[in-house]
């Protein structure tokens, strides 16, 4: 069902990167059901095509490819000139104690959160500074502020984007761009399944509390959205009830 016209996000144009699981994919359906029109990026063509399937009819389009490289973001170029809201979502992880990580796991992670992310970002910045209009939000996570066993690069790329996300504040919002970091403590999404090291199954099975679901965490990107013209929500941190 689509949103009324007088609904603050209706017919907006929102990018979503990471678009094809996990808390993008709940974001994307969210917004495409209150009337923002949808461009969903992600790697896995089939999963974008189901979550096309799964939107109202004609308020979700989607791209397929990798970030990492310099052709699909080229590719991605001519979409972004109408871009109001961009989503930095897209990550990737891999937990285990530091001594065990590899340069390989280090440049993966830095690659894909970091990288990719802010080249894209810079990319559709630039044409919300010619319009003077536009809203970043940034994917960061609790762990952007603090660091965790086994977690020591996933920490240091999120310490790296949030800080990006409050360079582009700086920068930007004399041009009337707003800026907004969104960071969830422990979401239930698939995003963990590169993690096998004994140590982290063990922690994550012995955990005493329920992750956020990708819905909820997907509610406080709509909050941000929502949020009136002369108010800037610049972090909205979440955490599971009963974590520390």
């Known amino acids: 069902m689509m949103a009324p016209t007088g609904h603050p996000i209706a017919g907006k144009k929102i990018l979503i990167s990471g678009a094809s699981a ?14 923002m029109q949808v461009l969903a990026l992600g790697r896995n063509e089939s999963a974008l095509q189901s979550l096309q399937a799964l939107a109202p009819k004609g308020s979700l389009r989607w791209l397929a ?7 699909h973001l080229d590719a991605i170029e001519p979409e972004l000139a109408d871009v109001d809201v961009f989503l930095n979502n897209a990550g990737v992880l891999r937990y285990a104690p530091i001594m065990d990580l590899t340069a390989e796991d280090f440049s993966w992670m830095f690659q894909t959160n970091v990288l990719a992310s802010i080249q894209l ?11 003077r209009k536009g809203h970043l939000v940034f994917m960061t996570s609790i762990a952007a502020r603090e660091v965790y066993r086994t977690a020591s690069a996933y920490c240091a790329t999120k ?6 996300a409050r360079s582009f504040r700086l920068e930007l919002q ?12 422990m979401v239930d999404t698939d995003i963990r399944a590169s993690s096998d090291h ?18 909820e965490v997907a509610s406080a990107v709509m909050f941000a959205l929502q949020s009136p013209p002369n108010l800037c929500p610049d972090l909205i941190e979440l955490r599971p009830q009963g974590s520390l």
């Open 198 to 215: 004994p140590v982290v199954v063990a922690a994550i099975q012995n955990r005493k509390f329920s992750p956020l679901s990708p819905a």
């Open 174 to 185: 004399e041009f009337g761009i707003k800026v907004s970091e969104i960071a969830p403590g």
């Open 159 to 164: 310490h790296a984007l949030s800080a990006m």
């Open 65 to 71: 490819g990798d970030l990492n490289e310099a052709a």
């Open 121 to 131: 970002t810079q990319r559709v910045a630039r044409h919300m500074v010619t319009r």
């Open 22 to 35: 996990g808390i993008g994919r709940e974001t994307a359906l969210l917004l495409a059901a209150q009337g």
